[in-house]
């Protein structure tokens, strides 16, 4: 089981425990699926002497079996239950791993019971996420090909005249039919909103001349794709179309240059400098690409300090894109998992296509 793989390099690091609570490191780690927002405490107790025990709200007894667990009913102090746990793991002090994103008063509540020193659980579980088994990678081609499926579904629709709102609610309701649901909200951004990034699709409709970037992912048991296109909606303006060719030889550049034991600041550096070449160097404003997993943003990131040496089984995004405010901006994005070389997980034609 993972869990024991996570005991023994808490023991290599000198941690004497962890405290995770519900996320994509609970999944990870357990292949228990609980939500990640809530007030109610629940969390996981690891001991470096490999004992493990669950806290968590009595509502989840029909879900969590087979588990070591302690459950709360509402009504009852879930600190005074955490404070058995760690009494029965003899776990009072000493260097602790914490999720990273844990709820400040759930933080608060464990400081009480002990002396405890954290760490972020980032620090650790990343050595164990960012190289994915053959299973893991199995899930991400089966989400790219949800993803490139409905790409080529979008092509086929009527856009013209349809709110970004409501091409984004289309695009999202054809993930969720296809898959286990979203990566994340999808992004429609038309005309000028394409040189936002990470633009919320809003009330503007769709219309002749536009250039519209569509960024969407989908989950298949957990895992994540994430896909980026831009197309055009008539002929766009002419320095658009400049652009597009500029971002789509940066991607490919950026992908050709992915192999075994390359860092990722070398890729990210690929893609930055036939931008920058190309005069448009200000105008990419992020990072390369992302490791994409249970999350859809994970390490390893593909960024100017992305420091970590790229190893096969390592999964990430190539997405360089131009942003000009006022006029708009292009995106490509592929999903790409390292087999030596890199190998492109999502496949949809990267052409600029005129619908
Ligand atoms: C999770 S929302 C953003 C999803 C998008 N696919 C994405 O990851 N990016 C868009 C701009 C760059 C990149 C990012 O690093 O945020």
Redesign the pocket.
Known sequence: MRIDRFVKLLNEMNFDGAFISPGSNLYYLTGLKLHEVGERPTILVVSADGEYKLLAPSLYSNVITNFPVTFWRDGENPYAKLSTILGELKLYRGRFLVEDTMRADWLIGILKLGNFEFHPLSSLIRLMRMRKDREEIENMKHAARIADKVFEEILSWDILGMSEKELALKIEVRIRELSDGV???P?VASGENSAN??HEPGERKIRKGDIVIL?Y?ARWRGYCS?I?RTIAVGRPDEKLIEVYEIVKEAQEKAYRAVREGIKAKEVDKVAREVISEAGYGEYFT??T??GLGLD??EEPYIGPDGEVTLENGMTF?I?P?IYIPGLGGV?I?DDVVVEGKGKRLTKAGRELITV
């Open positions: 990566s994340f909200s992004i990034p990470h960024d992912g994430d980026t992020h990072r690409g992302h859809v943003h995004t997405e894109g995106r994005e």
